[in-house]
């Protein structure tokens, strides 16, 4: 097999018009016939990787996601299957690779370090050490231990995260960090420990500080968190410790691109810089993770994209090991089924269970967290609450609506607070992918609603949902560990735009309401987050009432 065009040597920082020779999956010889470009040729370049992503979070399954990922010129994933982790524990890892040997796509899994996420919440497995240790020795295709997100056990030697840490440095595996707003000595400190990428820097500022101490930093730009336009400006002077990645990734959002995303934009504000550019996008990541992953070198595999142009970067063809998986936006890849597994072991709820008591005649405001839209992190402010016969209820005129989380796998009463931003008008929505336990979670403008967007996830045993209130219902079925589909990922895509578009249609300001949704149980960002036990305050790392004392 041969493929001529304008080959890119990102390692070398060469483009020549050539002919690379394939023999079975393998690179055999590159004939460069011209040290200039030929332009009407089309550009022959190593392929795109997400150097930090969720797959479950695109609610596919990884035959599914890599259906989406190759159209776009993404040939492999750093992937951190803690989601399903903190579902099925071990099983679930082991679910997720083996589901991925149904395709060519390179997916390098980690080891999830930190589930459960924290003592905080109920989730429905806990990962040792012991279960880390057996994934390093099994599986080749666990590179890596999964993102630290426990930085005060870090900080503080917690035994049980230094072990797992242990564990990755005794297999010479890379460790993952996660450390939003950890700055000056605390970082150093941590990335001493061994934690060597963070892909949480929501500023400039804070990124500099943990460059400065060694760590590699991830440009994030997902569905929720949208970090591009805060750290690109770093990437002239220190793309040798730089990747991209998304993070999460919802399916409407993997259908319109990836990776090449990201090139294209830093192209727009770096058009000299395409070199810089392309290592940032596939070879740091590649040599970081050490990927089975091909870098156009005679000897290495025949992983490659080939594109029309450099402005516009649209990809043409994706090749997996000499094998084309994508062409003129259409997959090759086979549409796969899936095995359905799950853990889901809680009854259905009464509108009465999302009732909130004044405990205290005395109390008149109570906690209130702020979305930010296209951020993990929230504010924390303080507003009168309004009364309805001894129930604290929404406030939709000042947009402060309930919020609850409904442990999923026992039967327990709900946890409520009170969230804003959400700008619902009328219903409720509810998901199952709550990051990171991945209970109930749901916002809506009275209990009836929220009671019925919950009982819709709780009978699909996983899914989104949403509810007027007034009838109109819909809900998009998330079967495998209540996370996840195994239904072909163009048609997941358009029922997840069509309940993003009713979302809207209630009200709802926010660009992505599931995803930012997913993310207001997730304990370890900060300020103020809700979990199955109670409201949660990032900064001090500790429950605190919904009311203000």
């Not at 005129?397 to 609850?404: E, M």
Request: proline fraction near 4%; charge should be negative; hydrophobic fraction near 40%.
């Amino acid at each position: 097999m041969q493929i001529t065009g304008n080959i890119i040597n990102i390692i070398e920082r060469t483009i020549q018009y050539g002919t690379i020779i394939i023999e079975n999956g393998i690179i055999q010889k590159i004939e460069i016939a011209s040290k200039s470009v030929r332009p009407d040729y089309p550009y022959i370049l190593s392929g795109f990787v997400d150097a930090h992503v969720h797959v479950e979070s695109s609610m596919l399954t990884p035959a599914q996601f890599a259906r989406l990922a190759v159209v776009h010129g993404t040939v492999a994933t750093v992937s951190d299957p803690h989601e399903i982790g903190n579902v099925l524990g071990k099983t679930g890892v082991e679910y997720m690779i083996e589901n991925a040997r149904q395709t060519p796509f390179k997916f390098c899994f980690g080891a999830p370090s930190c589930v459960p996420a924290t003592v905080f919440e109920t989730a429905g497995a806990t990962i040792t050490p012991d279960d880390i240790e057996d994934l390093f020795k099994k599986y080749t295709e666990v590179g890596y231990l999964a993102e630290v997100m426990n930085f005060p056990g870090v900080l503080n030697q917690d035994p049980d995260m230094m072990a797992k840490i242990a564990l990755a440095k005794r297999y010479q595996k890379p460790v993952d960090g996660h450390a939003p707003g950890l700055r000056g000595d605390d970082a150093r400190r941590y990335i001493e420990a061994g934690c060597e990428t963070d892909h949480e820097c929501f500023t400039a500022e804070e990124a500099l500080d943990k460059l400065k101490y060694g760590m590699k930093i991830l440009i994030r730009e997902g569905s929720a968190a949208k970090n591009f336009e805060a750290l690109i400006g770093l990437l002239p002077e220190y793309y040798q410790n730089m990747m991209f990645c998304s993070d999460d990734k919802h399916p409407d959002n993997l259908v319109e691109g990836h990776i090449n995303q990201l090139v294209k934009r830093a192209l727009a504000k770096f058009p000299d810089l395409l070199f810089e550019i392309l290592q940032v996008a596939s070879a740091n990541p590649i040599l970081h993770y050490h990927l089975p992953v091909g870098l156009l070198r005679e000897g290495d595999p025949a992983d490659f994209i080939i594109v029309d142009d450099l402005i516009e970067f649209n990809v043409k063809q994706t090749y997996l090991n000499g094998e084309i998986v994508a062409e003129n936006g259409i997959s090759k890849i086979p549409n796969h089924s899936s095995e359905i597994v799950n853990n889901f072991n809680c009854q259905v709820k009464k509108e009465e269970d999302f009732k909130v008591l004044v405990s205290s005649e005395g109390e008149t405001k109570i906690k209130v967290i702020e979305v930010l839209d296209g951020q993990l992190i929230t504010l924390k402010s303080e507003h009168h609450y309004n009364i309805l016969a001894d129930n604290v209820v929404s406030d939709i005129d000042n947009d402060i609506l309930k919020i609850t989380v409904v442990n999923r796998y026992q039967d327990v009463p709900p946890a409520i607070a009170f969230i804003k931003n959400f700008g619902l008008k009328q219903g409720a929505i509810a998901s199952s992918v709550a990051h990171d336990s991945h209970n109930i979670i749901a916002v809506g403008v009275d209990d009836k609603a929220i009671c019925e967007a919950v009982n819709l996830i709780i009978e699909a045993q996983g899914g989104v949902s949403c509810v007027d209130g007034k009838g109109r219902k819909s809900v998009l079925r998330l079967p495998i560990a209540g996370i996840m589909t195994g239904e072909d990922g163009y048609e997941v895509a358009q029922e997840y735009s069509a309940i993003d578009r009713f979302s809207k249609d209630l009200g709802c300001t926010l660009t992505s309401p599931f995803m930012s949704l997913s993310f207001m149980a997730l304990l370890v960002i900060p300020n103020l987050k809700l979990s199955d036990l109670g409201l949660f305050d990032g900064e001090k790392f500790s429950f605190t009432s919904i009311f203000v004392k």
